[in-house]
């Protein structure tokens, strides 16, 4: 987990970070020591509200917000010192704010890169921690947790929480390390050109995972080649004792393993020797017959297999035995709002984390290729951040659905008027902005028997549903 310094373990002293940083100390007095009298902090935040006593307050610039405002709050809250910049020293009281609290000012150009820097230095302090980095266009957040819950069986891990994944998120979660872990797993996410290289010089990982290479991000990357070619970002500090793992049947594979130093490894549920086969059980997920034991996997969905066997690929490179391959497989339980199944007069699956169009079309192949006996119904979100490619992708999801075995397709958001296009017969299809009205038509529909998939993007929230779905499945 981030740490939030309730350990009280000193993360670096404040020389360390000047020193990684080049940046100016400025201290006024003694406050914020930690263990035997040595100035540092024992904990990092970017939200003044959530400082603990010792810890650093990275003020970061926003375009609604800027964390130099709330430097005061920070120290109030118990902050030892601040993460500021230099242009910024002279303005809005900092001096004074630090001054009257005894506190601790370093002042850096830029103050995200100060943070990405100190992450980077904190992890220099670790040589013997293996470092594991993912990410893909989806499949990158349940990669890590299985294999995590797979390398855990055996080694002590620590991997980003949730979605911490970010130029924000990632060097916050590298703070969580400690001297007594063995393994390092972060994913690394991308919401603008150049944020996985970032991303990789912090972490420097020593194994790096690609999950797949989608349309997620294409408004703001242009092309699936440009995505291919930001993802391969994360192999940009590898040195020749690194290992790239590499999806066997993507169609950018050769592109992806060109010219890299170190080992290239492709992985796919063909290539492992010990895979004796895989049995669908539907919603209760896969049969996986690893080196001659069955093992039961949770997560339902050909893509979520997918996630296994790119976690399965990750930690036979840690190693570990098969033994903790089949209880990783095992403990595994669905995140929020990612594959989770409701049960009830109304069963559910409730997969709105995120879509894009291979998600999507993902998700509904799934469940159309379910054995139901009753009503299927579609709850499709719109799909976001695909810029001049929305248009043309929602219309594909509409032809996907107008061809589907849905007996009801119910359409949220303005970017899905496109797939209404594409849905021939007005009684199949409900379309609408509002969730309130959408939530009332759900209602008025639905009857014990029927099966739903809920699956858009994050910022359609479709989990506010679930009051009205999980009444129905109590």
């Not at 020389?15 to 100390?25: D, F, P, Q, T, Y």
């Not at 699936?224 to 994360?234: P, Q, R, S």
């Not at 050909?302 to 033994?323: K, M, Q, T, Y």
């Not at 001049?388 to 659905?401: F, M, Q, T, V, Y």
Request: net charge negative; aromatic share 6%; hydrophobic share 40%.
């Amino acid at each position: 987990m981030v740490s939030d310094g309730s350990d009280n373990v000193l993360l670096l002293t404040f020389a360390e970070l000047s020193h990684s940083l080049g940046g100016e100390v400025i201290s006024f007095g003694s406050a914020g020591t930690v263990d035997a009298g040595t100035a540092g902090f024992s904990s990092v935040s970017v939200d003044s509200r959530a400082v603990r006593e010792g810890a650093l307050f990275a003020a970061l610039p926003g375009s609604e917000r800027d964390g130099h405002s709330f430097v005061e709050e920070a120290f109030k809250n118990g902050a030892a010192a601040a993460l500021v910049e230099r242009r910024k020293l002279e303005t809005g009281g900092l001096l004074r704010a630090a001054k009257n609290g005894g506190k601790t000012l370093i002042a850096v150009n830029d103050t995200l890169q100060g943070l990405q820097d100190a992450a980077g230095a904190y992890l220099e302090k670790f040589p013997r921690l293996v470092k594991v980095g993912v990410t893909g266009s989806s499949g990158k957040t349940t990669t890590k947790e299985i294999a995590a819950a797979i390398i855990g069986a055996e080694k002590k891990v620590v991997m980003n929480p949730g979605n911490y994944n970010s130029e924000t998120g990632l060097p916050l979660a590298v703070f969580a390390v400690r001297p007594w872990h063995e393994v390092g797993i972060f994913e690394m996410g991308m919401n603008r050109k150049g944020e996985i290289k970032a991303l990789a010089s912090v972490l420097k990982p020593d194994i790096a995972l690609i999950t797949n290479v989608g349309s997620a991000h294409i408004g703001i990357l242009g092309s699936k080649e440009a995505i291919a070619e930001e993802k391969k970002e994360i192999f940009s500090r590898f040195t020749g004792n690194c290992t790239a793992l590499i999806p066997v049947d993507s169609d950018y594979r050769d592109f992806l393993a060109e010219g890299l130093p170190g080992r290239v490894v492709f992985f796919g549920g063909k290539l492992f020797a010990d895979l004796g086969g895989v049995r669908d059980l539907g919603l209760d997920g896969s049969e996986i017959t690893w080196a001659g034991e069955r093992i039961r996997f949770a997560l339902p969905g050909r893509h979520n297999l997918a996630d296994a066997f790119a976690a399965i690929a990750i930690a036979l490179e840690i190693p570990v035995s098969g033994n903790a391959v089949r209880q990783g497989l095992e403990s595994v339980k669905p995140l929020f709002g990612r594959g989770e199944i409701i049960r009830g007069p109304v069963t559910v699956l409730r997969d709105c984390y995120n879509a894009n169009p291979e998600s999507l079309a993902e998700a509904v192949e799934f469940c159309e290729s379910l054995d139901w006996p009753g009503r299927r119904v579609y709850v499709i979100g719109e799909m976001l951040e695909l810029g001049e490619n929305s248009r043309p992708a929602h219309e594909g999801i509409g032809r996907l659905l107008s061809s589907s075995k849905a007996d009801k397709v119910f359409l949220f958001g303005k970017e899905t008027e496109a797939a209404a296009d594409q849905i021939s017969g007005e009684a199949r299809f409900f379309h609408t902005c509002d969730i309130d009205e959408l939530s009332k038509a759900l209602e008025a529909y639905l009857h014990s028997g029927d099966f739903v998939l809920i699956k858009g993007s994050r910022g359609c929230a479709l989990e506010r549903l679930s009051g009205v779905l999980e009444g129905r499945a109590a």
